[in-house]
Nanobody
């Protein structure tokens, strides 16, 4: 069983930066797994923000390309989302998920039974 805990959210002004963390405990045994960051704003559908495949390939939503960076510290087992040049439209609850791959997110597929989710961290960007 994998357990995820997000942190790092907060309130910033437009143009500011935040770094979200997703601490991972547990494992899926010996196999590698994908991870993604998703967000959901009030009244809107959940959307993929960034993904990290098990081979290290990264993916980004068009709306955040060039501003956000997904990475993972393997030694600490922490997934990060570095967010720069934040915009008011980035305001949302951000969540990380494990064993849920970017290709599934963009295809609109639900997470599988083995996926794990964090509780979310709120990001608010004021204009």
């Amino acid at each position: 069983q994998v357990h995820l805990v997000e942190s790092g959210g907060g309130s910033v002004e437009a143009g500011g930066s935040l770094r979200l963390s997703c601490a991972v405990s547990g494992s899926y045994g010996a196999r590698n797994y994908c991870m993604v960051w998703l967000r959901q704003a009030p009244g809107k559908k959940r959307e993929g923000v960034a993904g990290l495949d098990s081979d290290g390939t990264t993916f980004y939503a068009d709306s955040v390309k060039g501003r956000f960076t997904i990475s993972k510290d393997k030694a600490k087992n922490i997934l990060y989302l570095e967010m720069n040049r934040l915009k008011p439209e980035d305001t949302a609850m951000y969540s990380c998920a494990a064993d849920f791959c970017w290709w599934a997110v963009v295809a609109g597929l639900p997470a599988g039974d083995t996926a794990s989710w964090g509780q979310g961290t709120q990001v608010t960007v004021s204009s």
